[in-house]
């Protein structure tokens, strides 16, 4: 068992998607599993293991955040040697290109964070580029072909802060075309890049910050379910 995650070893698949929110990782479980069964509950960060067309699949929510993000995936890697992790979550929309409901890949993570100390990387002084892995984008790519599932791919933000007061603060990542902001990817990039982990950000964009609007918590959650099929084809690949 780890510190954030009361599993044994092997109650923890090599194949494991991370959604935020612990509710939406009970319900991808129960949902899209089949004998799903809870290995952790440790500060209500449901983990569950099920198998997916007969490959062993884990649920685990990560929490909001790079610091909650950061724990889970590691411990995840180096104590439950993990192979293949896809984030699944939510995103705003920095481009009128996208509306709600659409999917985003996330190919790289920019970010506004020093989460990047953490490897002795100081931002200041050089310039890490947290990136998918390759085999994953590959494998996204001919699963939403199979399933007829259309998706947007570049570059997102990972923020610290979910409410920014500075003014018009999107707009020069808006100019970069970086295409939605959330606030996990880059930490699972890096932590994954450090142990040679493949990892991967798929996001449906549930806000627009150019145009305001949003979904509802109900309508995020219905919302979603073309994207963990997305995901689910593609970790089992």
Known sequence: MSIHISANKDEVAKRVLMPGDPVRAKYIAEKFLDNPKLYSQVRNAYGYTGTYKGVPVSIQASGMGMPSMGIYSWELMSEYEVEKIIRIGTAGALTEKLKLGDIVVS??????????????????????APTAN?????????????????????????????????????????KMNVLAVEMEAAALYMNAAYHDVEALAMVTISDHIITGEEFTVEQRMLANDNMFKFALETIIK
């Not at 989460?115 to 002084?125: E, G, I, M």
């Not at 072909?145 to 707009?171: M, P, Q, R, V």
């Open 107 to 128: 190919i790289a993570a920019s970010t506004d964070s020093n989460y990047a100390r953490a490897f002795d990387l100081a931002p200041s002084v050089n310039s890490f």
């Open 134 to 174: 390759w085999n994953l984008l590959k494998n996204a790519a001919q699963a939403a072909d199979e399933l007829n599932i259309k998706y947007a791919a570049g570059n997102t933000l990972t923020c610290d802060a979910f409410y920014d007061t500075t003014e018009n603060w999107w707009h020069k990542w808006s």
